[in-house]
């Protein structure tokens, strides 16, 4: 068989069919991941964290979950998921919790933050789902579970300040706790197996992934 030049369309065609939709999303969102990953960094690995500044992050979050999960539950392949999934009940609880933490701050929680978040991401990355698809949905639940996965740390950082170190508050971050990484394996299956029977798909579902990198960041730049 002759060789396939690097450059030419074909060569490129079957590089990204011999890589998995997992693998192919990480490539293609990896600017889009280090930016939203430094936006919270910057905040929840501080070690002068206030639980002024913590409920920011937690109702940033809820205002970008809240229309992504709704997205969800419109398609088949993302119904029972996120029905298995969902986050909003988790970060209602932590914010009614930080609430209770953050009374008497001499800061309200929508007046901070402006000037630590990262700048807004390139136009190019402003990717808008005029008109939302399965696929695009499954892009979109691969960034959620994605950030479910990397909450870790994030819950081992904000669990040794001493305003936070009892049961409440980090139930987002402490998603599916021990079984996190096995959740994450079980979606990564479903989204291969939908890419496997959906040959054309892989476009759809970057943009869909691309699109909730962006709905997750906005919130954060909107913290004054």
């Given amino acids: ?41 910057k905040t929840l690995f501080s070690p002068l964290l206030t639980a002024t500044e913590y409920l920011a992050i937690l109702v940033a979050m809820q205002r970008s979950y809240t229309p992504l999960e709704a997205l969800l539950r419109q398609y088949p392949a993302t119904r029972l998921l996120i029905a298995q999934r969902h986050k909003l009940d988790w970060l209602k609880a932590d914010i009614a919790y930080v609430s209770e933490l953050s009374k008497g701050a001499m800061t309200p929680a929508s007046a901070i933050f402006r000037s630590t978040v990262e700048p807004p991401l390139p136009a190019r990355s402003a990717v808008a789902l005029n008109a939302p698809n399965e696929a695009q949905a499954l892009g979109v639940m691969y960034v959620m579970e994605g950030a479910t996965l990397g909450g870790s740390p994030i819950q081992l950082a904000l669990g040794r300040h001493p305003w936070l170190s009892g049961q409440g508050g980090l139930q987002f971050f402490n998603a599916y706790g021990a079984e996190r990484s096995a959740m994450w394996m079980s979606f990564l299956e479903t989204l291969q197996s939908y890419a496997d029977q959906h040959p054309n798909s892989a476009p759809a579902i970057i943009a869909g992934a691309e699109y909730a990198f962006n709905a997750i960041h906005q919130p954060l730049l909107d913290i004054a």
Avoid: C, F, N
Avoid at 4 to 22: D, M
């Fill in 1 to 41: 068989m002759l060789a396939v030049p690097r450059h030419s369309p074909l060569y490129k065609s079957r590089l990204e069919s011999a890589a998995g939709i997992a693998e192919q999303l990480k490539l293609a969102t990896r600017d889009l991941h280090r930016t939203v990953e430094r936006t919270l960094a």
